[in-house]
């Protein structure tokens, strides 16, 4: 069963653009939101991340939108570059004990010069 | 580079074989995570240790095992394997055990089971 659901699949934008990946998770409980970035031949990295109080947090040029009536977040990548180009997945996790980090299955983000 | 160190890079085996994988935290992290990336399963956690001791457990199959040494480098022994598992092998690390810590990835092993 998967608890976190997160599209699109993979992603294409041109330079400067906005691309959008989202995420909805179905386990009331999760109340910490990471997203990570992964390149080829390397491990995932820790982007960004998010608590239920606030239904936005910005670092730099990404966001991530949060909407925890609908349980779903987003991350949006503003003045997207080619260095972007990267796997992105979004996770949750419960902030209590022992907690595992869910992940989506990625969004593979071409971002094209 | 994360600091999490993870031996060897690649693994080329039979099936029906057993392997096992090596993974070093960064200095002063406790918790140690497995987790198997493949195409079709996307990212998931097998295992966690804190300070020695299991404490989490998720996906893992009967056939695969995992301990944490008092030196905090962990292991994860595969064994009877199959083609399915052929897959990356992630050891991630963190400095706490309860609640949420932030987890370094290492650079992975590539398993090949032939």
């Known amino acids: 069963q998967q608890q976190v659901k997160q599209s699109p699949q993979s992603l294409i934008v041109q330079k400067g653009g906005i691309p959008i990946i989202n995420c909805a998770y179905e386990?009331?409980?999760?109340?910490?939101f990471p997203w990570y970035q992964q390149f080829p031949g390397k491990g995932p990295a820790l982007l960004i991340a998010?608590?239920?109080?606030?239904s936005e947090k910005k670092e730099g040029r990404f966001t991530i939108s949060f909407n925890k009536s609908a349980k779903q977040f987003s991350l949006h990548i503003m003045d997207s570059q080619p260095g972007d180009s990267a796997t992105y997945f979004c996770a949750a996790s419960i902030n209590s004990g022992y907690s595992t980090l869910t992940f989506g299955k990625g969004t593979m983000l071409l971002v094209s010069p | 580079d994360s600091g999490v160190t993870q031996t060897p890079k690649h693994l080329i085996t039979a099936t029906g074989q057993r392997v096992t994988l090596r993974c070093s935290p960064r200095?002063?992290?406790?918790?140690v995570y497995w987790y198997q990336q493949s195409l079709d399963q996307g990212l998931q956690f097998l295992i966690q240790?804190?300070?020695?001791?299991?404490?989490a457990k998720g996906n893992i199959l009967e056939r695969f095992s995992a301990q944490q040494f008092p030196d905090l480098h962990s292991e994860l022994n595969l064994s009877s394997l199959e083609l399915g598992d052929s897959a990356l092998y992630f050891c991630?690390?963190?400095?706490?055990?309860?609640?949420?810590?932030?987890?370094?990835f290492g650079p992975g092993t590539r398993l090949t089971v032939t």
């Open positions: 200095s002063g992290d406790l918790s």
């Open positions: 240790y804190y300070n020695g001791e299991e404490r």
């Open positions: 386990n009331t409980a999760f109340d910490y």
């Open positions: 998010i608590r239920p109080d606030v």
């Open positions: 991630a690390s963190s400095v706490g055990g309860q609640g949420v810590y932030e987890q370094y």
